[in-house]
């Protein structure tokens, strides 16, 4: 039988709790799970893609799971799981919004790999509000961010927001 290799994508900048759910649940479905960091040229990352890559591992180390890794990426996504012998996508869902973008997304990559399925996974529903964008503006504006991702990344996000100074009136 035919080595289930999965790979996870995303900018995670910064990765949140939501993440670590989908990546909790996606290992469990297949026997390696590749947690692919990648750049995305329409967001404007907080983070270097080094620093996302350190931060995936962290995270990926404290929840002491044996079949997953992270591999830092800038190609197309077919491309880049083709490369590691991937044959699904794992792709996490919170809202109707998001199913209309990545429902197109899924069909242009059939079109580009026919051979490597895209699976779907919903965000439990506590975590579904979540999303990075939120996390960044929350913590720039002042706001507590302890929800929404581990102590380890909330210390890293508010020392990256002192550093390019916080914004906000109050």
Same mark, same amino acid.
């Given at each position: 039988?035919?080595?289930?290799?999965?790979?996870?994508?995303?900018?995670?900048?910064?990765?949140?709790?939501?993440?670590?759910?989908? *990546?909790?649940?996606?290992?469990k479905?297949?026997?390696? +799970?590749?947690?692919?960091?990648?750049t995305?040229?329409?967001?404007?990352?907080? =983070?270097?893609?080094?620093?996302?890559? %350190?931060?995936?591992t962290?995270? +990926? #180390?404290?929840?002491? +799971?044996?079949?997953?890794?992270?591999?830092? =990426?800038?190609a197309?996504?077919?491309?880049?799981?083709?490369?590691?012998?991937?044959?699904?996508?794992?792709r996490?869902l919170?809202?109707? #919004?998001d199913?209309?973008?990545?429902?197109?997304?899924?069909?242009?990559?059939?079109?580009?790999?026919?051979?490597?399925?895209t699976?779907?996974?919903?965000?439990?529903v506590?975590l579904?509000? *979540? #999303?990075?964008? +939120?996390?960044?503006?929350? #913590?720039?504006?002042?706001?507590d961010?302890?929800?929404?991702v581990?102590?380890?990344?909330?210390?890293?996000? %508010?020392?990256?927001?002192?550093e *390019?100074?916080?914004?906000?009136d109050?």
């Open positions: 039988m035919q080595e289930r290799v999965g790979v996870y994508p995303g900018t995670f900048d910064p990765i949140t709790r939501g993440h670590r759910d989908i *990546i909790r649940r996606g290992a479905l297949v026997d390696t +799970l590749i947690i692919g960091v990648t995305n040229p329409s967001k404007d990352p907080m =983070f270097t893609p080094e620093e996302r890559i %350190e931060m995936v962290n995270e +990926l #180390a404290e929840m002491s +799971l044996d079949n997953t890794r992270v591999v830092g =990426f800038d197309l996504l077919m491309k880049f799981a083709r490369a590691q012998n991937a044959n699904v996508i794992i996490g919170r809202a109707v #919004a199913f209309e973008y990545e429902y197109q997304m899924a069909g242009m990559n059939q079109q580009l790999d026919n051979e490597i399925e699976v779907f996974l919903m965000a439990d506590s579904q509000p *979540i #999303a990075s964008k +939120l996390v960044k503006e929350i #913590a720039l504006y002042g706001g961010i302890t929800p929404f581990s102590p380890a990344v909330k210390q890293q996000v %508010e020392s990256r927001v002192q *390019i100074g916080p914004r906000g109050y």
